[in-house]
T-cell receptor, first 113, second 110 residues
Framework: ETGVTQSPTHLIKTRGQQVTLRCSSQSGHNTVSWYQQALGQGPQFIFQYYREEENGRGNFPPRFSGLQFPNYSSELNVNALELDDSALYLC????????????FGPGTRLLVL | RKEVEQDPGPFNVPEGATVAFNCTYSNSASQSFFWYRQDCRKEPKLLMSVYSSGNEDGRFTAQLNRASQYISLLIRDSKLSDSATYLCVVKGTEANNLFFGTGTRLTVIP
């Protein structure tokens, strides 16, 4: 196991609602990246947090936002949920922002009805 | 144009077969390349990094052709346990993010 944990494992929401997903990085890792994986697709980069600051963002709208806490755990918040937000949300931690190896958590499966 | 393009398969091969996966990437400035493996309903796990000189890890061989912007993975003597989706991954040049292909599904048949 990678030591990266995510909660909850599964979640069902309705359109327009808001959701918060959580990630605890591997011990000693200060960088967390979030990815969205739709069914049948590869993961797509949402954003990265390094030492509590956003350190890069993919092509996702502002209703996708995040936080990183002093213990380097992280949250992904999605407002005004849309049906297309249904996906597996993965977080990955790395030792430093420049480190290439990212270790993925088991993901949170979000279904938006 | 997608950053990483992969043949989604599926590839169905008998045990013991050799199978090759290929992918292409669009950004010629990319420097780091990987193959990840993803089992059904699980998270991606790093299989191996890909170096210009090519690298081998047991039955797995990865190759990079920078001129053609092409990455390959060869699996020899396929095992049932190799059944999974194989994701071609390229590290971004602006942010420290990873660009994933759609994945190639492999099923090894007894």
């Amino acid at each position: 196991e990678t030591g990266v944990t995510q909660s909850p494992t599964h979640l069902i929401k309705t359109r327009g609602q808001q959701v918060t997903l959580r990630c605890s990085s591997q011990s000693g890792h200060n960088t967390v990246s979030w990815y969205q994986q739709a069914l049948g697709q590869g993961p797509q980069f949402i954003f990265q947090y390094y030492r509590e600051e956003e350190n890069g963002r993919g092509n996702f709208p502002p209703r996708f936002s995040g936080l990183q806490f002093p213990n380097y755990s992280s949250e992904l918040n999605v407002n005004a949920l849309e049906l297309d937000d249904s996906a597996l949300y993965l977080c990955a931690s790395s030792l430093e922002a420049v480190q290439e190896t990212q270790y993925f958590g088991p993901g949170t499966r979000l279904l938006v009805l | 144009r997608k950053e990483v393009e992969q043949d989604p398969g599926p590839f169905n091969v008998p045990e013991g077969a050799t199978v090759a996966f290929n992918c292409t990437y669009s950004n010629s400035a990319s420097q780091s390349f990987f193959w990840y493996r993803q089992d059904c309903r699980k998270e991606p796990k790093l299989l191996m990094s890909v170096y210009s000189s090519g690298n081998e890890d047991g039955r797995f061989t990865a190759q990079l052709n920078r001129a053609s912007q092409y990455i390959s993975l060869l699996i020899r003597d396929s095992k049932l346990s190799d059944s999974a989706t194989y994701l071609c991954v390229v590290k971004g040049t602006e942010a420290n993010n990873l660009f994933f292909g759609t994945g190639t599904r492999l099923t090894v048949i007894p």
